[in-house]
C-alpha cells in the first residue's frame, strides 16, 4: 500500500468522524433556527437517517478540495457537513415505497421501516431545510457572497436540474421498454453525479479559488460521479447485501438500463480505469496538493462495498 493510498484511507476515516460529530452538534442543539424546541420524534428519525456511519465521500470531497485552499477546518467540515445533509434527505426518501422501496441502508433498518413513512418523509424535509440553516452561519464562511455561491451550488445541483430531477428521470426509465447510451448518462449526470461535483467545486468556492482552478475541480467532480456510479451499477451485479449494506441486484430485477447493461461487465470495468485515468489529468495543475484527490477517485472506482 502506498503512502497516499495508507493517507487516504486514513484521513477518509478522520474525515467521516469530524462530519459525523458535526452533525451530532447541529442536531443536538434543539433550537437551531427557529425558538420552539423541536419534535423528539422528528429529532430521533433524523439522527437514524443522518448519523448511520456510511464512508462520508461526498463530505470528504469538500473538505479535502477546501484543503487545496487552505481552507479553515471548521468552515469546510460545516460545508460538508450541509452537504450530507442532503445525501442523506435523498437516501431517506429514495428508499420510500414510492421510490425504490428499500428496507435496508448502510446495514440498518431504513428510515421509514425504522419509524414509518410519514416521519420518513419529514426527516427528509427537515434535513433538507436543515441545510441552508448550516450555510447561513457567519461560522461556515465570515463572507457573505461567498456563503451565498455555497447555497447557490446546493441548491442547483440538489434540485430539479440536478439530483432530484435526475431521480425523475429514473423513475421514468423504469417504464420505458428501453433507454439509450445518452439518456443513461444524463440520468446519472444529476441523479448521483451533481452532489459530487457539487462536492468538489464547495471546495474552490470557500478558498475564493480563480475561475481556472473552480473549472478544474468542476471537471473532476464531473469524471468521479460518472466513474462511482459506474462502480455502483458493477457491485449492483459482483457483490451482495451483506457487503454493501444494502440491496443488490436490483437494477437487473427491474429490468432497468445502466451502462453496465450495455456495455457488458468487462468494458464497463475498463470504462471505469479510463475515468481514473482522466480524472488523475485534470488534477494534474494542483501538483501534491491534490494527491488526495487522487486517491479518492481510485477508491472510487476500485472500492468494494
Known sequence: MSKSETEFKSLLKSHATLVENTLIDLLDDARVGC????????MKAMRH????????LRPFLVIESAKIFAVKSQQAALA?????CIHCYSLVHDDLPAMDDDDLRRGKPTTHKAFDEATA?????ALLTLVFDILAKQETHNDANTRIELVKLYAQNAGLGGMVGGQMLDLEAEVKPSINEQEILTLQAMKTG???RAACEAGAILGNASKEDRARLFEFGKIIGQAFQLAD???DI?????????????????????LVSLYGLEASQTRAKELLDQAIVTLEPFGEKASILIEAARFTVERKN
Open 35 to 42: 425558538e420552539i424546541e423541536r419534535p423528539s420524534r422528528l
Open 49 to 56: 437517517s443522518s448519523l448511520a456511519g456510511g464512508k462520508r
Open 80 to 84: 460538508a457537513s450541509a452537504l450530507e
Open 121 to 125: 418523509i419529514l426527516a427528509g424535509d
Open 194 to 196: 451533481a452532489l459530487i
Open 233 to 235: 451499477d458493477i457491485l
Open 238 to 258: 459482483t457483490s451482495d447485501a451483506q457487503t454493501m449494506g444494502k440491496q443488490t441486484a436490483k437494477d437487473a430485477g427491474k429490468g432497468k438500463g445502466t
